[in-house]
């Protein structure tokens, strides 16, 4: 067929025509962007900061290296982007003011296990052991602790400052109580992953540790409970 003759797309004019024919539709890029943060969180927790290539994140995301350039113009923003993505995800899907309701005991629970279940994930483990085997790269441990452990603790520390204010618990530096329970809950397990090899907690296990931290910590900082 001449190109004449070819039909006319009703949505384009004459003079668009060449470059309407043909054109895929297009994602839009923070859309693109979560498909490449996800295939990044991937690469890097299987072959380390070194060994992933902005190729080979391209080629996981399914699109080109032209296209994850003009989104993300190095390795390192795009480990940035990615541990921010995915706090990002956890805070939304996690909603703790979602829980201000419930009983102090089951919403601290309920709190403590949402920031528990994302510092023993098994990617953030690993993102963990890939920084402890990269030499020379201090900042991205800065990136994974500003970006990850640093605002978890903050948003458990934004919660109990409203536990507080609702009369239900008292303790006199909110902060401080998180970073206690988030010790309390993760860090031990978590420690013997990253530099002992362990295996993870399971559900579980996790869940009764939740539970008797929480027992521990209300048994000081509940309202009415001192004295």
Known sequence: M???????DPNCDQSEDRRCRGRPQLRPDDET???VYEAARHQFAESGYAATSMETVARSAGIST???????PNKATLFEGMVTDRLDRF???VNLRAIDCAEIDEALYAALLACASLSLDPEVIALQ???LQETGKADLA??????GMARNAAALADWLRRQQKRGLIACEDTDEAA??????VA????????????PLPSKQQIEARVRHCVALFLRGCQAGARG
């Open 33 to 35: 962007r979560q498909i």
């Open 187 to 198: 860090f031990v397990p978590q420690r013997a992953a990253v530099f002992g090899g362990l």
């Open 2 to 8: 001449a190109e004449t003759d070819r039909p006319q």
């Open 129 to 131: 052991r890939m920084i």
């Open 91 to 93: 805070l939304s899907e």
């Open 142 to 147: 800065r990136t994974l602790y500003q970006n």
């Open 179 to 184: 970073g206690f329970l988030l010790g309390m």
């Open 66 to 72: 032209k296209t994850l350039y003009r989104l993300v």
